[in-house]
């Protein structure tokens, strides 16, 4: 990359747009500013494929964590005896209150 002297010893980067250059029409001479690179307001397609496999992967991770506890929860109410109904209604209900008082804040 080549840097281009300015008035007053300035270094200016070529990527820096003429509207960023400094101003001296302060008087006193030179004023220091820093240069914005451009807003960026389209993610790029890296950005795209990172979001989706994080979605891909927490969505996997909390499928494999609901199947486990299910089947916990319907062993443990079967385990004390409960009738098939009562063990595979019972998880939802854990899991229903769960999601419920998530919702609260």
């Known amino acids: 990359m080549e840097y281009r ?16 250059l400094p101003r001296t ?3 006193g001479g030179g004023m220091t500013t820093l240069a914005v690179p451009p807003r960026i307001t389209e993610a790029s397609a ?14 996997a991770v909390a499928g494999v ?4 506890s299910y089947w916990h929860a319907y062993a443990v109410v079967r385990a004390h005896g409960e009738s098939s109904l009562t063990a595979r209604l019972e998880p ?10 998530s919702m609260l804040w």
């Open 5 to 20: 002297r300015l008035d007053g010893g300035m270094l200016r980067s070529p990527w820096v747009a003429e509207h960023w």
């Open 25 to 27: 029409s302060y008087g």
């Open 46 to 59: 890296i950005d795209r494929v990172i979001r989706i496999s994080t979605a891909v992967a927490v969505l």
């Open 65 to 68: 964590a609901a199947y486990v």
């Open 92 to 101: 939802a209900t854990i899991d229903g209150l769960v999601y419920a008082s």
